[in-house]
């Protein structure tokens, strides 16, 4: 069984959050997803998360900053499991902007559902908008 270790993060701007599309030349490309992205070797989810967000975003992000929210598994293959750590932020330094060619965008919570979605997402998603996470904002 292989075990893929990911961090991801909830970037909230006012009521909106970050979303972005996967790259037509990657794995699962055009699904929506939020921000964020493997594990390096010996990496931590809050290292990983902070490395993702300066890689792909060009923000700069203090540990301190972020929101352990949760972690959940998902099955995308037949022997793969997705171990993903969930994080909330709402305070970086730098300006958002995509540094990887991917299309983002600051969604309010509906706007965010009529997107096609990852299923591990939609777990996150699901949450979010049931308001599971709203004691953390």
């Not at 292989?2 to 055009?30: E, P």
């Not at 390096?40 to 929101?67: M, W």
């Not at 750590?85 to 330094?93: P, R, T, V």
């Not at 540094?99 to 965008?105: A, F, M, P, Y």
């Amino acid at each position: 069984m292989k075990i893929n270790l990911v961090s991801c993060c909830i970037l909230q701007k006012q009521n909106k959050f970050l979303v972005s599309k996967r790259l037509s030349s990657k794995i699962f490309a055009n699904f929506w997803e939020f921000p964020g992205g493997k594990l390096e070797k010996n990496e931590s989810f809050h290292n990983a998360i902070i490395r993702e967000l300066y890689e792909e975003l060009g923000i700069r992000v203090k540990k301190k900053s972020l929101t352990n929210l949760d972690i959940i598994t998902h099955k995308y293959k037949k022997n793969e499991i997705t171990v993903l750590g969930i994080f909330f932020l709402n305070k970086w330094s730098g300006i958002v902007k995509s540094r990887e060619g991917q299309e983002i965008k600051w969604l309010h919570i509906s706007e965010i559902q009529e997107l096609n979605f990852l299923e591990g997402s939609k777990v996150i998603l699901n949450k979010l908008s049931s308001g599971f996470y709203n004691f953390y904002f």
